[in-house]
C-alpha cells in the first residue's frame, strides 16, 4: 500500500521570502509558484512550501504515496489509525489525507498520479 516517500511540506509564515531562501539552498527556481503553494523538485521528491503556515521545531509533514487515497484511508482505519484530516483533492487529480497513529503521531498520504519514480534519484 504505502508506495515510498513523496512531499515533505514546510509551513512558512512568509511564502516570498522562504521561496527565495529555498532557491539559494537548492540552487534552482521552484518548479510550481503560486500563492497558495511553492513546490521544489528535488531527487524526484517535492519539497513544498505553504503560507500562512506555523513553523515549528517538530519540522516538515511529510507525505506518503499511496495508489489510491481512499482505499489507503479505509486501511489504515482498520489497522488503529482515527482519521486527522478527511481524503481532500487538492487540485490537478492530487489526494492528500491524515490519520492519528496509535502513538500520538500524524500520519499524511497523498496519491499523486502525477509522481515519476523514474526521477528519483
Request: aromatic share 12%.
Amino acid at each position: 500500500m504505502i508506495q515510498g516517500l513523496r512531499t515533505a511540506i514546510y509551513p512558512v509564515p512568509d511564502i516570498a521570502a522562504a521561496k527565495a531562501w529555498y532557491s539559494r539552498v537548492l540552487d534552482q527556481a521552484p518548479y510550481f509558484d503560486q500563492p497558495y503553494y511553492v513546490g521544489f523538485a528535488v531527487g524526484g521528491f517535492e519539497l513544498g512550501l505553504v503560507p500562512d503556515g506555523t513553523p515549528s521545531p517538530d519540522g516538515a509533514q511529510v507525505y506518503w504515496g499511496v495508489p489510491d487515497a481512499e482505499a489507503a484511508m479505509a486501511h489504515l482505519e482498520t489497522l488503529g489509525a482515527t482519521e486527522h484530516t478527511p481524503v481532500t483533492d487538492v487540485g490537478d487529480r492530487i489526494k492528500v489525507a491524515a490519520v492519528n497513529d496509535p502513538f500520538g503521531n500524524v500520519f499524511r498520504i497523498i496519491e499523486n498520479p502525477h509522481f515519476d519514480l523514474a526521477a528519483v534519484r
